[in-house]
């Protein structure tokens, strides 16, 4: 197989002039690979195949313009453009007007850029840096100026850039950001750090972009926006909390007045689930710079403290779930469906007696590794008050996903368990004291759900007191549930922690029982 590359090889036989060349390119993002003689020049031409050949006409051992026609006659150079140099102009056999360029000595060096820039944007070959492919180091160009060239020629493609730490992607089509992506994180908050990385590479290829566009403002504004907020972050960041620091709420956000703007609302909300300052900064819908200004404007309106301590390490995601469970559970949605979209992820329906304890559950959540809260949560006024919908993902190995996804506890649940039940592969009943009275209507949910879906079903008490023998026969009689079935509890007051991870791991020791897949499935 052929090995591409996106070299300029430089086939010149004055050293210091080839040595000029390399400096000159290399500051541009354009990688050299340099040959002093055509024999030494052809052997690197057709081992690296580059997006462009700078030729000396009077190279030794096999002349330029011979070595032009060997390379312009194989396939895997055919349609590599060639940049003549010549003390003067001569006529070159094969020259193809529109790909080939010729230039005379001497040169000035800006001039000669401009038409190594020309050749590359309308040579027609399939490793055309400016048409086919982009490539560079952000400490030799900045990336706001790559996005503004590819708006200028109306690309359409993905643009990718990788540092050390992280890679992300801007969607371009006809020059428009359309979208730009980092893991999860997307629209404006993804391009504004992307913007902000100074070190790494970069990589245009061109491929279709079929979504949306899901950011409103044009290339220029993005980009003017983009800096600003770069410029201003770094000027601010002295005065914002730290990256390891907690955040704890210091007054009750239900008394809080109506009409704070959206991005305080999400900021509130996502301190209950993420208290530790860079795990909220990501998981905001917001740029980076907007969500640090809020924290810092709650903290100095008293309304947020800053606890400057470490935040907790959470647990590798195979301690939840072994690598091989989660294979397994993959190839159990792609037995239980045939249609190939749907084999990634499956809902696991939680009903409870209050939406409080709904919440308690997403919080509880919030320990285990891959687990993401639901935007709708962090978005809305008052969590509480949503009943049905999806609380987040949980991301398993090999991208499976558990999406738990909120159903009420209500008689007469039929008319609802049509439009719910798809893709369902496990139900989890909340309950506690207070709830007491709903949980009849709590089993007859489960009653209905499982007459539908042979899914394993997880009792847990999530309320405050300690489980006792006493206790858990009186709630399984409740829930008519047989004297060996288990009832969880989602915290442990002895040992002051949740036991959320445990509950999770025997659901999925569940799931992966042989009955599952024949449908004999009883409470777990």
């Not at 190279?59 to 940049?83: A, D, Y």
């Not at 401009?114 to 840096?129: D, F, M």
């Not at 030799?140 to 643009?159: F, P, S």
Request: net charge positive; with cysteine.
């Amino acid at each position: 197989m052929t090995k591409y590359t996106r070299k300029v090889l430089l086939a010149v036989t004055d050293k210091t002039v080839a040595e000029g060349f390399a400096k000159f390119l290399n500051e541009r993002g354009l990688e050299t690979n340099a040959a002093s003689d055509g024999a030494t020049a052809m052997e690197i031409a057709l081992r690296e195949t580059p997006v462009l050949i700078i030729l000396d006409l009077y190279l030794p051992v096999i002349k330029g313009e011979r070595l032009f026609q060997i390379l312009k006659n194989n396939p895997n150079t055919s349609k590599v453009p060639f940049l003549f140099l010549s003390e003067s102009h001569k006529e070159v056999k094969g020259f193809r007007i529109g790909i080939d360029w010729f230039v005379t000595k001497p040169f000035q060096w800006e001039e000669l850029y401009g038409n190594i820039k020309e050749i590359l944007s309308r040579g027609g070959g399939v490793w055309s840096l400016w048409d086919k492919d982009l490539q560079g180091k952000l400490s030799n160009v900045h990336l706001a100026d790559v996005i503004q060239m590819l708006y200028l020629n109306k690309r359409e493609g993905e643009l990718t850039v990788e540092t050390d730490a992280s890679s992300g992607t801007i969607y371009m089509k006809d020059g428009y950001i359309f979208n730009a992506r980092i893991g999860e994180i997307e629209k404006e908050k993804a391009l504004f750090r992307i913007l902000s990385w100074k070190e790494g590479t970069f990589e245009f290829r061109p491929a279709a972009v079929r979504s949306g566009a899901k950011l409103a403002l044009s290339t220029g504004n993005l980009i003017m926006e983009g800096m600003r907020q770069i410029d201003e972050y770094e000027n601010s960041k002295h005065l914002f909390p730290a990256g390891d620091s907690s955040l704890k709420t210091k007054v009750d956000t239900a008394e809080l007045p109506a009409g704070l703007k959206p991005i305080m609302i999400e900021v509130l909300n996502l301190v209950k689930y993420y208290p530790v300052v860079k795990a909220l900064v990501d998981h905001s819908a917001f740029p980076d710079f907007d969500v640090y200004s809020t924290l810092a404007g709650l903290i100095k309106r008293q309304i947020l403290t800053e606890v400057k301590e470490p935040g907790k390490t959470r647990a590798a995601s195979e301690d939840l779930c072994p690598v091989s469970h989660a294979i397994k559970i993959k190839e159990k949605f792609i037995n239980r469906w045939s249609d190939m979209l749907t084999v990634n992820f499956g809902k696991l329906l939680v009903a409870s007696t209050s939406p409080v304890l709904t919440n308690r559950f997403v919080k509880a959540c919030q320990d285990l590794p891959g687990f993401l809260v639901s935007p709708r949560i962090a978005s809305a006024r008052y969590s509480s008050a949503n009943a049905l919908g999806d609380l987040g993902v949980l991301r398993l190995y090999g991208g499976t996903e558990i999406i738990p996804f909120a159903v009420p506890a209500v008689k007469g649940m039929n008319p609802l368990l049509k439009a719910v039940l798809a893709n369902t592969v496990g139900l989890l009943l909340l309950w506690d004291d207070e709830g007491e009275a709903e949980i009849p209507n709590l089993a007859l949910t489960r009653n209905e759900i499982l007459s539908k879906r042979r899914v394993p079903a997880v009792h847990v008490y999530a309320g405050k007191n300690e489980l006792d023998k006493a206790l858990i026969n009186e709630y399984r009689k409740l829930l008519g549930l047989k004297h060996d079935d288990p009832v969880f509890s989602l915290f442990s007051q002895h040992k002051n922690r949740n036991n959320i991870s445990d509950i999770f791991q025997r659901y999925f020791t569940a799931l992966l029982r042989e009955d599952y897949i024949s449908g004999r499935v009883r409470a777990v």
